[in-house]
Nanobody, 119 residues
């Protein structure tokens, strides 16, 4: 059974830091690209950051470049999102996503974790 379980969300003050984790199970984590998305009510889900299966390539939304860092530990089947210098606009539900294309597309999602940036 495929599972992606996010953790680490919560309330943080503007300018603070938070680290999200996503623990994966039920599939071969090391061959999937991993992404973090976020969504606020009434808006489309937005890609925040992505990392290749081996960890050698990363990409970020312009809105988080220089502030967020995505990383992964294939030995622990876990992907992380280090969020620094957070802003109120970073408030959203953050979702972990595993993606691969092996003839057919494989797309797995976590249940999401709420991040609220407020003083």
């Amino acid at each position: 059974q495929v599972q992606l379980v996010e953790s680490g969300g919560g309330l943080v003050q503007p300018g603070g830091s938070l680290r999200l984790s996503c623990a994966a199970s039920g599939f071969t984590f090391s061959i999937f690209d991993m992404n973090w998305y976020r969504q606020v009510p009434g808006k489309e889900r937005e890609l925040v950051a992505g990392i290749s299966s081996g960890g050698g390539r990363t990409n970020y939304a312009d809105s988080v470049k220089g502030r967020f860092i995505i990383s992964r530990d294939n030995a622990k089947n876990t992907v992380y999102l280090q969020m620094n210098s957070v802003k109120p606009d970073d408030t959203a539900v953050y979702y972990c996503n595993a993606w691969a294309l092996f003839g057919v597309r494989y797309d797995y999602w976590g249940q999401g974790t709420q991040v609220t940036v407020s003083s």
